[in-house]
């Protein structure tokens, strides 16, 4: 009996001791909980404030419309009308013709952007260019110009009569309508790679610095000289960033606006609808149909998304399989 009750005593006593222990491990895991909560709060407050709160006023605003009953003479109501607004959208021949129009922009301007950006920084690397941080300067201060700006100054470029190029060309009996009817994209393309250019260069940049070096060394010392070494070394390290520059390239090329929306006034081959950003800026105030730009955001919306989301698996499908290959 007195064994017996030792056990059941220093069992007793135990319980307390294990109790406390998980009061303590449970107060443990509220703190880091607690304290993760505490650093995710902005990143939170600012996805709701900028991105879920315009994207939810865009979707209800897109399912209503004003009317106004008795032949326009009766006070405006606010009606469902269901996905009406969207189904005029994706039957409107300018909302689909602007939709190709920024596909062909895709096209020309996002390999030329990736190309070129990371050619200017393999070639900064490599050590060729002399004074490299006013090279960089250079290049980069091109994005520091604000956009319109930038769209102000090639339209001084782009004007006949006012234009020291085109004059140029006039003397050397070369006759350029940069706003003509195939030559106004190119020029978009060219205002956009000379605003961003230099900011990718730097991305491709930063991420060349850190290759390791061993390896380029290594490159070297197997016979492969600063092409080989550029394109077959350098090049697959840095994937992982030509994908992040592309996917963004992409994703700010499907809002095009800017630009078309200065150069509209000099060129007839750009109207006030020529992109989907157009569009929706059209239909907001000019026509004054808030429920068809807010549904023709949300068509972009998902559009940008589900492009971005294609990139991201096709990426690392090509990861995978290279993977599985080794």
Request: with cysteine; proline share 5%.
């Amino acid at each position: 009996m007195t064994a017996t009750a030792a056990a059941a005593g220093a069992a007793a006593a135990a319980q307390p001791a294990e109790v406390s222990r998980r009061r303590a491990r449970r107060s443990a895991r509220r703190r880091r909980h607690g304290a993760a909560g505490v650093l995710m709060a902005p990143f939170f407050v600012l996805l709701t404030l900028v991105f879920l709160v315009p994207v939810g006023t865009a979707v209800w605003l897109s399912f209503f419309s004003a009317d106004e009953p008795g032949l326009g003479f009766g006070p405006e109501r606010t009606v469902f009308v269901g996905l009406r607004s969207y189904a005029a959208v994706l039957t409107d021949p300018t909302f689909l013709s602007g939709l190709g129009t920024v596909g062909l922009y895709c096209v020309i301007y996002i390999p030329l952007m990736v190309i070129g950006s990371l050619a200017l920084a393999l070639l900064l690397d490599s050590g060729v260019v002399r004074l490299r941080s006013w090279a960089q300067l250079g290049l980069f201060l091109p994005h520091a110009v604000p956009g319109i700006i930038a769209a102000l100054i090639w339209l001084y470029l782009y004007t006949p009569g006012i234009s020291p190029v085109i004059e140029a060309l006039g003397r050397a009996d070369l006759t350029v309508d940069f706003l003509g009817l195939h030559t106004t994209l190119p020029s978009i393309v060219n205002i956009a790679l000379w605003s961003n250019l230099g900011y990718n260069m730097v991305v491709f940049y930063a991420a060349l610095q850190a290759v390791p070096r061993d390896v380029l060394e290594a490159s070297v010392v197997d016979g492969a000289g600063p092409v080989r070494t550029a394109l077959q070394v350098k090049a697959p390290l840095v994937r992982s960033s030509v994908v992040m520059v592309a996917m963004f390239t992409l994703i700010w090329a499907l809002q095009l606006f800017t630009e078309p929306m200065l150069l509209h006034q000099s060129s007839q081959m750009i109207n006030s609808r020529f992109s989907p950003s157009m569009y929706i800026y059209d239909a907001a105030f000019s026509r004054n149909n808030y429920s068809l730009a807010a549904a023709a955001s949300v068509i972009l919306l998902l559009l940008t998304i589900a492009l971005s989301y294609g990139v991201t698996r096709w990426t690392n499908r090509v990861d995978s399989a290279e993977e599985n290959t080794r």
